[in-house]
Every structure is written in structure tokens, then in C-alpha cells.
């Protein structure tokens, strides 16, 4: 895993609400998009910087760094050139300008789930700017702009007593985490956030602007939802369906870790009876010993019951009372909480970190799995937690509109760790191979969750994403919408099938 490693920041910081902004005056941008006289752009790095309202900048001009920079600091870009796109205008300028050079585009709207680094015959299209929202609570969907992420949809819609179905961090971009997938803690009862999306507004390899649906190009909106969508175009707007949810029971019960394999064996009773309206995960996190992390906490391992559920607060209560009554935990802090305070539950950082995860879905539970995440935990390792969330509920609902494959599963394994250099970055490569070797009978056949994984791995897994007929259609779609291989700075839709 290649790239810059810096300092982590406030690891504890609570997220920002961020100020959601209107959807008016996007019209005079998308005819800037369309006009006569943008069909044509020349190889002219002055011009693509003329005619561009956002920046566009090479290595060595200011702000090229911090403009390039992921938040997953462990990956590092180094384009050509990048341009910090105002607008949809930009985005089409820019893409046709990389076409034109024979260069590769990158997307990145918040640098959380990087695939192909971007390198020097690459352009890097920073989305970022492109984050309205519009909420209509009589269709209660939510149009939004191509590089928003979840925070400020999640406050707008919180406004209507409507949630998204985003994930376990609001920081994350909506537009990615929802075409590779999205299991976030509406998963059981909602589906997940790829079953939400209702259209998807996109740029193309040679800078066509289509709207796609499962009723318009119907094709397209089919092998952009579940592919994480960057292989084949540019996502400048997407409509996603809300749900009303503005209150939840959720929250977390701290268990000591030489509890933890009792703790997974009541967990396992505890979901076969659970509806659909709860979604939960079993996790065991080794907190740092950092100063920014809560002092009842910082550098303890602990075995963690979380989850959240959307329904009657009282029904809710109920069910982890029965947690209650069998252990009392160490932390409790299940209680009512509004959905907009989500992020409470999962805790993750906010702040830029050097990290690496790597998923997996599982058919299958039993005593194999806890002490594989126990292996995986046990120190000193770089590994930070180890999850086990439960799917099933709407999350196996058949979406024949969308191309996400992996419905059957029940489980979902989650590992993630810190990388703060290339010794902790190798070991952790090791643990990642070593758990799936020993986990490998309780795999699903489409194991992999792309949304989990990233560089090479997350190529690898798109082979154990897809049956092979959905990979022959997908390789289909990138020879129609995709032929020259523009955006193949993501998974690869023509690999051969396995």
C-alpha cells in the first residue's frame, strides 16, 4: 500500500453539521455544460484552466498537494493534473480534455475509498464542490450534488423527519458508497443505499451528459449501481429515495474482552429472533492509547454489541434489555437517540488517518469466527477493529434494475487497521490474508463487498462480486458507454470471468 503517512488528526472530533445548499442556479451550469462552443477542447492545459471556473493545477503549483491529498492518507495521488471542479461544466471540460491527451480520469470526491491512485498520465477530477442537496418530502427523495457527502443530506433531510440510508461515517461521499453498495444501520429495515438510488445525472467518456434510470438508459443506471459507478462515467447528480426515520433506539454495550466469545455466542441467539427493524454488529475494537480518545477507553480492548433500530423505541428497549438482564455490560449507552446523531454509534474517525480495510460476506456464523477476529485484534497488532454485521431483512430483497449481486448472505466481516508505517502496513497485510484463509468455509460465493476493500484488493474482489453472467453483461456495458477505457482508475469491468 504505497503513499504519504502523517500524523492522525482528532480522532474523537464530533462531526460538523454542515449547511446544506440549494439546488437553485444549477440550470445555468448545465447549459454552460451543453453549449455549441464546449464540444471541443483542445490539449491546451491554458485553455482547460480558461475555460474552467474551479482550479486546475500540475504538480509543483500551489495547492496541488492538498488538492490531490485522500483522506485515507495511506493512498497518495499524482496526476498530470487536477482540476477541482466547480461545476458540472468543469467536469465535462475536463473529461474531454484527458480524452483528448489519451489520459485516464480519477475521481475523487473525499478520498475514502481509493482504487487506482492517479499518476502522470492520469487527470484527477476533484468533485467536491459539486454538494447541494434539494430534499422534496412529498416524494421524500433527495437530489444531490455528485461530491456531497452524507453530513449535510443527512442534516437537510433530518429538517423533514426523512433519513438517507447512508453509513456507519456521514463524513463519507453519498455517490461512491452508494453505487458499490452502502450497509449502513437502515440496511435490515430499508435496504441498502444502492436499492435507494432513483437516478444518477452523468458525465461520459467522451462528455455526453445522460440523466439514467432504471426507465432512461436503463443499461447504464444498471452497471453504475453496484460497480461503485467511477468505471464508466462521472456521477455530477444523484436522486436517492429518503425514509422516514428521524428517531432511533441505538447505541453500543462495552463488554471485557475474555467475555468475548460468550458475548458472540448470546449475539448469535440474540439476531435469529431480531426483526428486521434492528440492525446490529458484533465488534471488538483495541481503542489507541491516544489522548484524544475518551480516558474509559483509551488503549482498553473491548467486545462491542452496536446497532440501531427503527422502530417503536419501547420495542427497541426491549430487545436489548435482554442484554441487560443476561450480562451486565461495562458502557451502556443504547438509549433514544435522533437519527441525525447516527455517527454516535460506529465512532469512527473523522480526521485524515492512515488505514486499510478489508471485507468479506459470510453464509455462515460459528466459533471459528470470533477467534479469528481475536487472532486479528491481538496485540501488538496494527489491526483496529473486527466487525461482524448482520444482513438479511431488506438487504435480500431481488432489485433486478441495479447490479449489485451479493444478497444472500447473512453476515457481513469488516477489518480495519492503522498503517502508521510499512512494517505495520505489511503485518497487516499478513492478518487480512491470514483470517480470510482460516474463515474461507463460511464464505459466501459472492464474497466480495467492494465498498469494504480498496486498491488492488478491491480490483482482485470484483471477481467474487458478480455471478459470471453479470460480468459479461458489465463488460458489455464499459465496451458501449466506456470503450477506450477513460475511467479505468476503478475496478475493472472487462476482467476475465472466474
Known amino acids: 500500500m504505497a503513499g504519504a503517512v502523517r500524523p492522525t488528526g482528532g480522532w474523537w472530533r464530533p462531526v460538523g453539521r454542515a449547511q446544506a445548499r440549494t439546488l437553485a442556479g444549477d440550470a445555468v451550469a448545465d447549459r454552460k455544460s451543453t453549449r455549441e462552443d464546449a464540444v471541443t477542447i483542445t490539449t491546451s492545459l491554458d485553455d482547460l484552466a480558461a475555460i474552467c471556473e474551479g482550479r486546475v493545477l500540475q504538480a509543483g503549483d ?36 484527458a480524452a483528448a491527451r489519451g489520459w485516464a480520469v480519477a475521481v475523487q470526491t473525499t478520498g475514502h475509498g481509493v ?41 437537510a433531510a433530518q429538517e423533514q423527519q426523512l433519513a438517507p440510508l447512508l453509513g456507519s461515517a456521514p463524513h463519507v461521499g453519498a455517490v461512491g458508497y452508494s453505487l458499490g453498495g452502502g450497509f449502513g444501520w437502515l440496511a435490515r429495515a430499508y435496504g441498502l443505499a444502492v436499492d435507494s438510488i432513483r437516478s444518477l445525472r452523468v458525465v461520459l467518456a467522451d462528455g455526453r451528459v445522460i440523466t439514467t434510470s432504471p426507465q432512461d438508459e436503463p443499461e447504464l ?20 429515495a429518503l425514509h422516514p426515520v428521524d428517531q432511533v433506539y441505538g447505541g453500543d454495550l462495552f463488554y471485557a474482552l475474555p467475555d468475548a466469545r460468550e458475548v458472540f455466542e448470546f449475539y448469535g441467539d440474540w439476531i435469529n429472533r431480531a426483526p428486521s427493524e434492528l440492525t446490529s454488529a458484533f465488534n471488538i475494537t483495541a481503542f489507541p492509547p491516544l489522548e484524544m480518545v475518551p480516558e474509559p477507553l483509551r488503549g482498553q480492548t473491548f467486545a462491542i454489541v452496536r446497532g440501531c433500530f427503527a422502530g417503536e423505541m419501547e420495542a427497541g428497549r426491549e430487545l436489548v434489555d435482554q442484554w441487560r438482564s443476561w450480562r451486565t455490560p461495562l458502557m451502556d449507552t443504547w438509549a433514544p437517540m435522533p437519527f441525525s446523531q447516527v455517527a454516535q454509534i460506529s465512532m469512527d474517525p473523522v480526521d485524515p488517518v492512515p488505514a486499510a480495510s478489508s471485507g468479506r460476506w459470510l453464509a455462515t456464523l460459528g466459533p471459528q469466527v470470533p477467534e479469528v477476529m481475536l487472532e486479528a485484534i491481538a ?13 438479511g431483512g431488506a438487504i435480500r430483497r431481488d432489485n433486478p434494475a441495479v447490479s449489485f449481486a451479493a444478497r444472500d448472505a447473512r453476515y457481513c466481516l469488516e477489518l480495519v487497521g492503522m498503517i502508521p508505517s510499512a512494517e505495520a502496513d505489511a503485518e497487516l497485510e499478513r492478518r487480512f490474508e491470514h483470517a480470510w484463509r482460516r474463515l474461507a468455509p463460511h464464505l459466501s460465493d459472492l464474497c466480495g463487498y467492494l465498498n469494504f ?46
Not at 467536469?91 to 480534455?97: F, G
Not at 443506471?221 to 436517492?240: D, N
Open 379 to 391: 496485540g501488538p497488532s496494527p489491526m483496529l477493529f473486527a466487525e461482524v454485521r448482520h444482513a
Open 115 to 155: 482504487t487506482v491512485p492517479a499518476d502522470e498520465h492520469s487527470l484527477l477530477l476533484v468533485t467536491g464542490a459539486l454538494d447541494r442537496v434539494r430534499i422534496d418530502p412529498v416524494s421524500r427523495t433527495a437530489a444531490i450534488g455528485g461530491g456531497i457527502t452524507w453530513t449535510s443530506v443527512l442534516a
Open 221 to 240: 443506471f444498471w452497471a453504475m449501481c453496484g460497480t461503485t459507478g467511477s468505471a464508466l462515467g462521472v456521477v455530477v447528480e444523484m436522486t436517492v
Open 62 to 97: 500551489d495547492g496541488y498537494d492538498e488538492v490531490c491529498a485522500c483522506w485515507n492518507l495511506a493512498w497518495t495521488h499524482r496526476p498530470a493534473v487536477v482540476v477541482q471542479a466547480a461545476g458540472e461544466a468543469d467536469v465535462v471540460y475536463a473529461v474531454r480534455h
Open 453 to 498: 476493500a480498496e486498491g488492488t484488493e478491491r480490483v482482485q474482489l470484483a471477481a467474487r462480486a458478480f455471478p459470471a453472467e453479470t460480468q459479461a453483461r458489465l463488460a458489455a456495458a464499459k465496451r458501449r458507454y466506456d470503450p477506450d477505457d477513460v475511467f479505468r482508475h476503478s475496478i475493472s469491468l472487462t476482467a476475465p470471468v472466474r
